[in-house]
């Protein structure tokens, strides 16, 4: 069971449609519902939790009693939530464990409110705000629990005293509840979002329903959670973005390497720093073995690192791995479409330094590839929040130089620093994308590791020919791929509230150019139009359906084509083409003239054909 459960000062529903074939049967008077000064808690009944109903409950009562006691309330709803779970129990089973939890909570003198199971609902509550107010709690019967490996910097990593700051391109440091937001909103909200720690996704982000209509991405339920199937659009994208990201690394100056997904768990390098990154493993056994997927590029270019010859001359070196994938058994509460899963890919550098100034110097320059790298898919400065992370003594020696990268972004940024150093490393930044749900994921990120060189026995010849350790920095310049895509939907999400019209970087863009014959006496000039714009490697397509023209249109546009190529006699006679853009306007033109636009647009970038089938009339319906 998963409960998200809401100190509120009120909570109010109303049925709006069955969400289940069955759903469970109600009067009118339970259409809606409302109640006030309440402990609101969410629930989704697992699976799991069909092997024994009656302990869950028991353990659920307990939970529920202890968090009511600390928030004293005494009015408790609850609401029936699929979203906090992908292993859902049957439904009639679920209900049974809602009613039984209800009845043993009026038992013991709540007044409780039950939302009705099985419908889809809308729902207001307003969350009271305090430090107690939204907790989140996880219930497993006996003999029934997961065996996971858990890191000890996972573990400490809740008692972690962080102090929070934020620092202007001024170079003030202001504490955060001394900060006026104004003006910088989103950075609040960022804010919040980090101090908070609260990670559940308690309902479905825009980018979820985008990428389902637009058949790129979907959930996968023959395998585990937050592992995603990809549609051909879908991994055109991904994999134009991939190509981007590598080309980019390697224009910066890194050599391109290729290691394992799993390593020994009992590999003695590879389990001291298991505990100090915090993160929950895949664990494998491969007969008495034990190993684990890797969820970095580290271990593997780690153990490169150490078995080569390095002298202080091949510094800085700079070694890359494009992961697809790495492993991160994250908590199915928190998984949520593309920003966060459990198998990714994951540009990933590591730089040899031989000192901290060399360090930082290079953290500086990964600071403004991370920046261009992000430009290049449409997110500017201003769509993404920075924090910066270390320890009180790197803020004291180093203050000039942690300014100076506030005032490269040109806006102020979250300071995270530590009294002591817990982490491997002593500085690190995030680039953080802040979505319409208000949650944060982090994308580009660099940190300066001043421990795994020794860990891993990895050194470089001095000028005096000593062997020496370096420092290492850790380097994403975009983050996981697929958070990528989910920045670009969310943005988009964002835009379309706003009345723009949704759209992907041209060169992104699945299909680049529809041609649209208006009747099928032109199909043919449709089809050359399409094969001219193919052979200058723009992607397009031919709808030969026998829709008509205004439907082919709005169909079109449904799928955020740029350009739109229609074609009749007249054009077929004088040989020019119709346009309409998708950013605006309606030209009559040559061809060669479209093919110079986008060919402009779209210069610099990696290209990749279609990835269906040129007439519409042959694609299948990978959805619905």
Known sequence: MRMLLIHSDYLEYEVKDKAIKSPEPIEDEHKKGRLEEVLAVFISVEKVDESNPAEVVQKALGEIKNVASQVKAENIFLYPFAHLSSELARPEAA????????????????????????????????????????????IVPEGKKVEEEVSEALKKEEELVS?????????????????????????????????????????????????LEQELVDYEPGSDPGNLRYYPKGRLIKSLLEQYVTEKVIEYGAMEVETPIMYD????????????????????????KKFFLRFAACFGQFLIKKDATISYRHLPLRMYELTRYSFRREKRGELSGLRRLRAFTMPDMHTVAKDLKQAMDEFKRQYKLSMEVLRGVGLMPEDYEVAIRFTEDFWNENRDFVIELVRI???????????????????????????????????????IDVENAERFSITYYDEEGKEKYPLILHCSPSGAIERVMYAILEKQAKLTKKGIKAMFPLWLSPIQVRVIPVSEDVMDYAVYVAGKLEGAKIRADVDDTG??????????????????????????????????????????????????????QTEGFPYKPRPLPLLLSKRPKFRG
């Open 95 to 138: 209900l049974d464990v809602l009613k039984e939890l209800e009845e043993k909570l009026r038992e013991e003198g709540y007044n409780v409110k039950r939302a009705p199971f099985g419908y889809y609902k809308a729902f207001r509550l307003s969350c009271k705000g305090h430090p107690l107010a939204e907790l989140s709690r996880t």
């Open 163 to 211: 102090y929070w700051y934020i620092l202007t391109p001024e170079g003030e440091l202001i504490e955060v509840d001394k900060f006026d937001f104004t003006g910088h909103e989103n950075l609040k909200k960022f804010a919040n979002y980090e101090i908070s720690k609260s990670r559940i996704a308690e309902k479905e982000p825009p980018h979820v329903r985008i990428m």
């Open 265 to 288: 768990f009992e590999h003695p390098a590879l389990e001291k720093y298991l505990n100090r990154f915090p993160a929950r493993q895949y664990v494998v056994k491969s007969g008495d």
């Open 409 to 447: 972004i040109g806006k102020p940024v979250l300071i995270e620093m530590w009294k002591q150093r817990f982490f491997y490393f002593i500085l690190k930044f995030e680039f953080n994308f802040v979505d319409n749900l208000d949650k944060a994921a982090a994308l580009s990120t660099v940190q």
């Open 547 to 600: 829709d008509r023209l205004n439907k082919k249109i709005r169909k079109a546009e449904k799928e955020w084509i740029p350009y739109i190529v229609v074609v009749g006699e007249k054009e077929k006679e004088q040989g020019t083409i119709t346009v309409r853009r998708r950013a605006g306007g309606q030209t009559e033109m040559q061809l060669e003239d479209l093919i110079k636009e986008i060919r402009q």
